[in-house]
């Protein structure tokens, strides 16, 4: 890991080296017009060395034929190909592991919902010392619905989470090669990046924007697969709903309890209106079922740990070691 700051190598390189990973699922119709408009907007920067990393994960359309055919023409494009769909975030996953050798990455969307102009603002605050700079939407051009979920999703999630995720961020960020190599050490199933980005830490800044609408075809996250997508965020993240289990045991047996005080009222103050039996078996309905879900509980919370440590993650992502002269 470099232990100096931004410069590259200057040995091996004198440019620094910047990696788009750009992850393509049946994007075919509006591919050409997203590379155009990238190439563009990165015209401002000839300083730089860049390169342009499209992953297809497993379009059934054209794309793979229609990236080959960009390949051909500039020799910055890079074309990694999935055998089958895998998902959004694990494209953008191989596309960082192919990215060793960058001095950034920068991962967006190639929908142009991600406005290419806008990863220059990046490059100036990575520039001026960030480490990760993430686009947080301003303002999002998707349907009511899809900003209701969204809206319900990170309301959720602020509330769960045991790292703070921040709100109404994609995956269209700037990482620096320390963030690249230390998030690539989370080797997580269900992965989901901004979180894993949010938990690696340093020096992390909001760069706003105004998301635009998708260009052409159609959106590869349906409602089931955000669905999906919500689900792992939570869970990756948090093993709340397990002790919630035993909160709600508690709060049932509380109720048994004020159930018995109740009967015992009845059957003292008006033994004309107490049916025999029925004490016994409504109290204890509640009682047992109460401590059931206490036990349950007491076995999410081993679960719980069994998970966290099944994910193996890193314990930790060192910025800076300065070892003294005998280290
Ligand atoms: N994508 C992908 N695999 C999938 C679904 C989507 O690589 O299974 C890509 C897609 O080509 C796009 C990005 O991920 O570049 C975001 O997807 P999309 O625009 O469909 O999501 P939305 O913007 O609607 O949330
Ligand atoms: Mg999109």
């Known amino acids: 890991m470099a232990d100096d700051d931004h410069a590259p190598d200057e040995a091996t390189r004198s440019r620094p080296l910047v990696t788009y990973v750009l992850p393509v699922y049946d994007e075919g119709e509006g591919i050409e017009t997203f590379h155009a408009a990238l190439v563009e907007a990165t015209a401002a920067r000839p300083d730089l060395d860049l390169e342009f990393c499209y992953v297809d994960d497993g379009s059934s359309d054209d794309s793979l034929e229609r990236l080959l055919k960009l390949r051909g023409d500039d020799d910055r494009v ?50 001026a010392g960030a480490d990760v700079v993430f686009a947080q939407r301003r303002s999002r051009q998707d349907s009511r619905f899809k900003r209701a979920t969204a809206w319900g999703f990170y309301w959720l999630l602020d509330r769960m989470a045991d790292t703070e995720i921040p709100r109404n961020v994609g995956d269209f960020r700037l990482m620096d090669r320390k963030v690249v190599a230390a998030v690539s050490q989370y080797r997580e199933q269900d992965r989901f ?84 039996g029925w004490a016994f078996l409504g109290v204890g309905m509640f009682l047992l079922s109460g401590l059931q879900l206490i036990m349950m509980g007491v076995i999410g919370t081993y679960l719980g740990r069994v998970y966290v440590e099944a994910k193996d993650r890193p314990l930790y992502a060192l910025a800076l070691t300065a070892r003294g002269s005998r280290g």
């Open 193 to 276: 990046l901004r979180g894993i980005v949010a938990h690696v830490g340093f020096r992390q800044e909001a760069l706003l924007f105004d998301r635009d609408p998708r260009f052409a075809g159609e959106t590869g996250y349906p409602l089931a697969k955000m669905i999906r997508f919500a689900a792992s965020g939570i869970v990756g993240f948090s093993t709340a709903p397990l002790r919630w289990i035993s909160r709600l045991g508690f709060a049932i047996s509380a109720f048994s309890l004020l159930l018995a005080v109740y009967v015992l009222g009845v059957r003292l103050f008006r033994p004309e209106e107490s049916v025999p």
């Open 78 to 127: 890079t074309v990694l190909s999935f055998s089958r769909n895998f998902g959004h975030q694990i494209a953008v996953t191989a596309g960082m592991d192919a990215a060793g050798a960058a001095d950034a990455v920068i991962v967006m969307d190639t929908d142009l919902q991600d406005p290419p102009q806008v990863s220059l603002q990046m490059l100036e605050m990575w520039e």
